[in-house]
């Protein structure tokens, strides 16, 4: 079974998948128009972990800052569209001290998915998008400012997925 995503062998993605990568707004709502259904959505994890480096520096965080342990609230997800198959696996980064406001609710979703939170009042947020591919598949890395709370969501496209595009 050969990954469709896959154009020119680990530098470029398929050109059907193209789209998916760079779309704005919420890849929720584009999943579930695909699917003709509610996205089901697998918890895989959620609680608190360390940043890494590289999350860090995509945050913005410099300095000493950069060596010190920052812990965040993080969330794996499976998306299910309408087959048995995952077609997308997210993780959502919430760095603690963008956890304050009207962002605690973040860490209440349970199997909510996130685009009905962070875009149920604007189609687009400002953000900032890293496409890179990984043993798992193309996944897209988006750096949002929430109503000024900074959060990284990841989104890899999955082979299930791919074989529907």
Same mark, same amino acid.
């Given at each position: %079974?050969?990954?469709?995503?896959?154009?020119?062998?680990?530098?470029?993605?398929?050109?059907?998948?193209?789209?998916?990568?760079?779309?704005?707004?919420?890849?929720?709502?584009?999943?579930?128009?695909? #699917?003709?259904?509610?996205?089901? =959505?697998?918890?895989?994890?959620?609680?608190?972990?360390?940043?890494?480096?590289?999350?860090?520096?995509?945050?913005?965080?410099?300095?000493? %800052?950069?060596?010190?342990? %920052?812990?965040?609230?993080?969330?794996?997800?499976?998306?299910?569209?309408?087959?048995?198959?995952?077609?997308?696996?997210?993780?959502?980064?919430?760095?603690?001290?963008?956890?304050?406001?009207?962002?605690?609710?973040?860490?209440?979703?349970?199997?909510?998915?996130?685009?009905?939170? %962070?875009?149920?009042?604007?189609?687009?947020?400002?953000?900032?998008?890293? =496409?890179?591919?990984?043993?798992?598949?193309?996944?897209?890395?988006?750096?949002?400012?929430?109503?000024?709370?900074?959060? =990284?969501? #990841?989104?890899?496209?999955?082979?299930?997925?791919?074989?529907?595009?």
């Amino acid at each position: %079974m050969s990954n469709t995503c896959i154009h020119d062998l680990a530098t470029t993605p398929a050109s059907k998948l193209w789209p998916w990568l760079h779309a704005d707004g919420s890849l929720t709502a584009l999943l579930e128009q695909k #699917s003709g259904q509610p996205l089901r =959505i697998e918890r895989r994890f959620e609680g608190y972990r360390s940043l890494s480096l590289a999350q860090k520096k995509q945050l913005g965080v410099q300095g000493a %800052m950069l060596n010190r342990p %920052m812990l965040a609230w993080v969330r794996d997800v499976q998306l299910y569209g309408n087959d048995e198959r995952p077609w997308v696996a997210a993780q959502s980064v919430f760095p603690l001290p963008s956890l304050k406001g009207r962002a605690r609710r973040l860490q209440q979703l349970k199997g909510t998915p996130i685009g009905y939170v %962070m875009f149920k009042r604007q189609r687009t947020l400002p953000s900032q998008r890293f =496409i890179l591919q990984t043993t798992a598949g193309w996944q897209r890395q988006t750096l949002y400012d929430w109503y000024g709370r900074k959060l =990284i969501i #990841s989104e890899t496209f999955l082979p299930a997925f791919c074989q529907r595009i």
